[in-house]
């Protein structure tokens, strides 16, 4: 069974660093795109980064530009979002998430990232 295992989230200060890393088990994600999301609570689910197999990257500008670099260890099976700069507003649930395209099928159980400020 194919399983996405986000962890890393935590409560972090504002200005402070998180990494978050996304394991794949029960398979490879060899050619899949992956990236990541997160839910804000009484947010709509939100596009955050996502990255190619051969390492192309898109972000989402407006929310995190500059501050979040997201990347992947294709022999580990294992993508990461690096959090810099963090504010309040990065507060959400983040999700993990594998797929072809801009379709994404498979999906991490999400992990908790808090900002105080």
Do not use: H
Request: proline share 2%.
């Amino acid at each position: 069974q194919v399983q996405l295992v986000e962890s890393g989230g935590g409560l972090v200060q504002a200005g402070g660093s998180l990494r978050l890393s996304c394991a794949s088990s029960g398979r490879t994600f060899s050619g899949y795109t992956m990236a990541w999301f997160r839910q804000a609570p009484g947010k709509e689910r939100e596009f955050v980064a996502s990255i190619t197999w051969a390492g192309y990257r898109t972000y989402n500008v407006a929310s995190v530009k500059g501050r979040f670099t997201i990347s992947r260890d294709n022999a580990k099976n294992t993508v990461y979002l690096q959090m810099n700069s963090l504010k309040p507003e990065d507060t959400a649930v983040y999700y993990c998430a594998a797929g072809v395209g801009a379709s994404y099928g498979t999906w991490g159980q999400g992990t908790q990232v808090t900002v105080s400020s």
